[in-house]
Nanobody, 116 residues
Framework: VQLVESGGGLVQPGGSLRLSCVAS????????MSWYRQAPGKEREPVAT????????FYHDSVKGRFTITRDNAKNALYLQMNNLRPWDTAKYFC??????????WGRGTQVTVSS
């Protein structure tokens, strides 16, 4: 099992980033998937979730209207479009199956830093 996140970086407040995650070693297409983030000194928390067929998505209140989660099951890929980024979005971002399912080994994550 491998989860590889990419796309993070340093961005000014109000900017945008698109994160990607490529999964391997499990049946990605049948799982509800989530993006999680962990800020320094804080617990990892889910911020966006998408069902297997992309029929439904769910967001943490703090990112609603700014983040969009999508997936491409043919590529075993998960994406997070992040717009209007704020300093409190600064964190390391990870992908994994949704809370409640058997969490796979975490990848290295991708760092997002929002600062002027």
């Amino acid at each position: 099992v491998q989860l590889v996140e990419s796309g993070g970086g340093l961005v000014q407040p109000g900017g945008s980033l698109r994160l990607s995650c490529v999964a391997s070693g499990f049946s990605f297409s049948i799982y509800t998937m989530s993006w999680y983030r962990q800020a320094p000194g804080k617990e990892r928390e889910p911020v966006a979730t998408i069902t297997p067929s992309s029929g439904s998505s769910f967001y943490h209140d703090s990112v609603k209207g700014r983040f969009t989660i999508t997936r491409d099951n043919a590529k075993n890929a998960l994406y997070l479009q992040m717009n209007n980024l704020r300093p409190w979005d600064t964190a390391k971002y990870f992908c994994n199956v949704a809370p409640g399912d058997e969490i796979r080994p975490w990848g290295r994550g991708t760092q997002v830093t929002v600062s002027s």
